[in-house]
């Protein structure tokens, strides 16, 4: 009987893949496939995609020469790769055809992994894009109030005033309590068990994506009942929000009003604690978004502790200068900081944190405007590598170069096509491009520029002693993480001057 509970769902499991896999090559027996021929030839490839994501994707590009093909993924299964030429076509074609939602929920199994009804009715984007974004100057002193007392937890110096950390663990998660503050508030974002959840389920939910789409629907939620059961699931980060989110609505009635987005979702729709729960857990994405975060504050710091003394000096006078004349972090200070401006997008171009962007699924056969046919049911993305590692595009393109992006602005009169969060070049895809182009990315951007800023003023960063270069990014399935384990010093610095914000310094 035991036996037989797990070879039936083997059996069924096995006979998808293949189904899946005769069906989909006979659908796109026009489009070149990366690899070795065949159905061992494939999984052999989608095997090597995972472990060696770039290799792949650059004999790949230089072997086609431009054309569209299909790389074989475990993750994602045929992704159908367009090439420079076709983002503007994509980056205008709307949901009908090359949808974003059917490419999430293939990708996530959301209605599993998290709530169905998020996609259906996404009313917090605009809530992101509309009043988070107009109203940053309210989220400042928050965030800047909570990145000094997370990083005094997150570096925890003993008698001397140095201290060495694996920088990407403990950046994930200094950078979730951060966000959270935004999101949740003071309480629960500083609730350790909390944190630990939600990083948790974003580093689980990717994976229970991929293995739900390869069980047909009568099986999924049973699958994904197991998957929780042993890896935890959606139900440990809402064990801690629901409670939370059903007080602060009990409070909200007798008239208390927080500074949170958790705030501004609630204003605008008037939905219950559960509702908010799933709403707060899939605005962060799971926290995949918060997760980003990190990656970009994590890969920083291992470029300024690589960086030459003089260089960092430009980039922390800047923020000092800035900071004297306006007396506090703002909107408008923020974006004096050119340079460390242009740090932070270039961190975004030379590491992304994925190496191809805008994926949608076609939910109906189309064609490219060259006559290419994309058949219903593929999964089409964008590579970043082409791109932001385009010669043409950005001179000596392998060279981390923090100043690249001031030395553009300051060269011409276009100030903000140059600015991180400015999307309308088709040059640079850190946060997408089109319609569905990153919501968060005004405030993401905040968050960077304050969380950066704050290390420089309190911190000199160094690498350890002996090692002479900055870690190797390790990249998984097409996404890009910096090295989990390698080590920053920390160095505190005299006479720190630091803007006066609510928490005691
Ligand atoms: C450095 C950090 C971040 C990066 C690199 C990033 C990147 C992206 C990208 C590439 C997309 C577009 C996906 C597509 O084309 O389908 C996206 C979408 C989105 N992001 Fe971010 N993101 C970041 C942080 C955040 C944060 C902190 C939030 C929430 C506060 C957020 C909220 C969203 C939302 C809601 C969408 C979906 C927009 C839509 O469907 O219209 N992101 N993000």
């Known amino acids: 009987m035991l036996r037989a509970a797990f070879i039936v769902p083997l059996v069924i499991y096995v006979t998808r893949i293949l189904y899946r896999f005769f069906i989909w ?7 070149p496939c990366y690899g070795p021929a065949g159905i061992f030839g494939y999984y052999y490839t989608a095997v090597r995609y995972t472990f060696h994501s770039v290799e792949c994707m650059q004999d790949a590009i230089s072997k086609y020469n431009g054309r569209p093909f299909i790389m074989p993924t475990l993750i994602n299964g045929a992704i159908l790769v367009a090439g420079p030429q076709y983002i503007d076509f994509l980056r205008k074609s709307d949901d009908s055809i090359f949808s974003q939602k059917a490419a999430i929920q293939e990708a996530t199994q959301l209605d599993y992994t998290l709530d169905p009804h998020q996609l259906k009715n996404p009313y917090a984007i605009g809530i992101l894009l509309g009043e988070v974004t107009r109203e940053i100057d309210k989220y400042i002193p928050d965030i800047v109030d909570e990145t000094v007392l997370a990083l ?9 005033n140095q201290v060495s950390v694996p920088l990407f663990h403990s950046m994930t ?4 309590r951060v966000v959270n503050r935004s999101f949740v508030g003071p309480e629960l974002c500083r609730d350790q068990d909390y944190i630990r959840a939600s990083i948790r389920y974003a580093q689980t939910f990717i994976m229970y994506g991929m293995v739900l789409k390869l069980f047909p629907g009568f099986m999924k939620s049973s699958v994904y009942a197991l998957l929780a059961a042993l890896f935890g699931g959606k139900e440990e980060p809402a064990r801690h929000l629901l409670p939370h989110l059903a007080n602060y609505i009990k409070q909200r009635e007798e008239g208390k009003r927080s500074t949170t987005i958790v705030e501004a979702l609630i204003a605008a729709s008037g939905e219950n604690a559960e509702q908010l729960t799933m709403r707060v ?7 995949i978004h918060t997760l980003l975060v990190s990656i970009v504050v994590t890969q920083t710091l291992f470029e300024l502790a690589a960086m030459t003394p003089p260089d960092v000096e430009l980039i922390r006078s800047e923020v000092e200068d800035v900071l004297s004349q306006e007396g506090s972090w703002t909107k408008s200070a923020l974006s004096r900081c050119s340079r460390l401006d242009s740090l932070l997008r270039e961190v975004g ?3 992304g944190v994925t190496i191809f962007s805008h ?7 189309a064609a490219f405007p060259d006559g290419i046919a994309v058949p219903g049911d593929t999964m089409v993305s964008v590579i970043n590598l082409a791109v932001h590692l385009d010669p043409n595009i950005y001179p000596d393109p392998q060279k981390f170069d923090a100043f690249r992006f001031y030395r553009m602005r300051t060269a011409g009169d ?11 070049s088709n040059n640079y895809l850190l946060f997408g491009l089109g319609r569905h ?13 304050l969380v950066i800023a704050t290390i420089l003023l309190k911190y000199d960063v160094t690498l350890p002693e002996g090692v002479g270069k900055r870690p190797k990014n390790k990249v998984f399935s097409g996404v890009i993480v910096p090295a989990d384990r390698a080590r920053v010093k920390f160095t505190k610095r005299d006479s720190v001057k630091l803007p006066s914000t609510s928490c005691s310094l």
């Open 414 to 424: 276009q100030d903000v096509k140059y600015d991180l969060a400015t999307i309308d």
């Open 25 to 31: 090559k006979r659908k796109t027996a026009h489009l």
């Open 152 to 160: 005094d937890a997150a570096l925890p110096f003993a008698k001397t």
């Open 359 to 365: 994926e949608r699924r076609t939910v109906q056969d």
């Open 437 to 449: 182009a990153c919501a968060g990315r005004f405030f993401a951007a905040a968050v960077l520029k």
């Open 173 to 176: 998660s200094m950078i979730a």
């Open 281 to 287: 857990i899939a605005l962060d994405f799971g926290s």
């Open 349 to 351: 171009r030379l590491h």
